[in-house]
Every structure is written in C-alpha cells, then in structure tokens.
T-cell receptor, first 112, second 113 residues
Framework: QKEVEQNSGPLSVPEGAIASLNCTYSDRVSQSFFWYRQYSGKSPELIMSIYSNGDKEDGRFTAQLNKASQYVSLLIRDSQPSDSATYLCAGKGVQAGTALIFGKGTTLSVSS | GAGVSQSPSNKVTEKGKDVELRCDPISGHTALYWYRQSLGQGLEFLIYFQGNSAPDKSGLPSDRFSAERTGGSVSTLTIQRTQQEDSAVYLC???????????FGPGTRLLVL
C-alpha cells in the first residue's frame, strides 16, 4: 500500500453540490493530516488540518478523520467553480520526521 | 508579511549541467523543506532542515542532489550533472516549528533538455 493514496479523478460535480474527496493512509503515516488545494501552475495552499478522530468544520469545508479505518476525507459544501483545483491529502511521515507525505491529488471540476 | 520566495521561477538547462535553486523562507520560520513535483505526480519529499539539527536527507533521489541552509535562513538546492528525469517543479516550504503548518513558495520549474 502506498503511504497516502487518493483517487486521481477527475471528480466532476455541479455547482452547489457537495464534493467528497477521500484519502487513505498506511501505518507509515502519522496521525496528523492536511488538505492542500493546488490550482494549475500554482503552489499548494493549506485548506485544513485535522489531528483528532471525527469532524472539523471551517466554512464550506469539513475534514473527517477515522483513525481505525486509516481514512481521511474532505467535504466541500455548496461547491463553486472556483473550487476547481487539485486537492492534495498529506500526512506527516513517521520515519521522515515531520516532512509531509503527499498523495498524488484528486482533481475536482465544478461546473456552473 | 512576505511569504516563501524561490528563485529562479523557471530554469532551462542542458543535460549534464549543474543548477542551483534558492529558497528564502518566511522570516522566523525554523523549519525548511524541499519537495519535487513531477507532471501528474504528487509531491515528493527531498530534504528537511530544522534549526541547527542535522538535515533529514532521506528523500534525496541520488548523490547528485544536495542542499544547504546558511545561517538558519536561506537554503540552496544543488543538482549536479542534471538529467532529463530531473525536470520537475521544485517546491520549498517553511514552518514556524516542526509541528506547524507548512507554507509553500511558488516553486522553480526546471527543464533539462
């Protein structure tokens, strides 16, 4: 199993819908997780971090962490065309200190 | 305040040449990271500096790659005898401490012909 896995997509949703982005991780990833958004040709920017089991909400974004299932997700409510980007899931690696281990990203396309 | 800056923004070089990429972290950030992102791939960790500690070089793909961080601030990533497979975007990130959020620079797009 890769350390952090994401479905590459593309995930297509209509404007106003809920977009659900999923990520699974291996034992080589620690319990701190981050969702970054990356627009084409730009560098990643942090959307949310989550450290504890359960849900964490910030505006239209909700991150969910399930440590037993080694699963983390990001929900985007009321999706907007401006949300169209690649979403990178990252976790802190156990052996590599605090360097982040990134998934390959899921491309989200929100149509108006 | 100013974010992470990187230079050059783009670099085209010939196979076999050496290149140096520079990163200026956010002022006061003690941790600095280098990542590489190839087309269609995720971010690949290269090296990590934390304060005065020995860097974590576990991600460097070969001995052609090296990095240093002078005075706990600016970092330079050097690639010797570049190969075409080195073509990628090289991203630098910094954080206030080792457990804090990482902020990314705009990246250097390297093309090796």
């Amino acid at each position: 199993q890769k350390e952090v896995e994401q479905n590459s997509g593309p995930l297509s949703v209509p404007e106003g819908a809920i977009a659900s982005l999923n990520c699974t991780y291996s034992d080589r990833v620690s319990q701190s997780f981050f969702w970054y958004r990356q627009y084409s040709g730009k560098s990643p920017e942090l959307i949310m971090s989550i450290y504890s089991n359960g849900d964490k909400e910030d505006g239209r974004f909700t991150a969910q962490l399930n440590k037993a299932s080694q699963y983390v997700s990001l929900l985007i409510r009321d999706s907007q065309p401006s949300d169209s980007a690649t979403y990178l899931c990252a976790g802190k690696g156990v052996q590599a200190g605090t360097a982040l281990i990134f998934g390959k990203g899921t491309t989200l396309s929100v149509s108006s | 305040g100013a974010g992470v800056s990187q230079s050059p923004s783009n670099k085209v070089t010939e196979k076999g040449k050496d290149v140096e990429l520079r990163c200026d972290p956010i002022s006061g950030h003690t941790a600095l990271y280098w990542y590489r992102q190839s087309l269609g791939q995720g971010l690949e960790f290269l090296i990590y500096f934390q304060g005065n500690s020995a860097p974590d070089k576990s991600g460097l793909p070969s001995d052609r790659f090296s990095a240093e961080r002078t005075g706990g601030s600016v970092s330079t990533l050097t690639i010797q005898r570049t190969q075409q497979e080195d073509s990628a975007v090289y991203l630098c990130a910094s954080s206030l401490g080792s457990l804090e959020t990482q902020y990314f620079g705009p990246g250097t797009r390297l093309l090796v012909l």
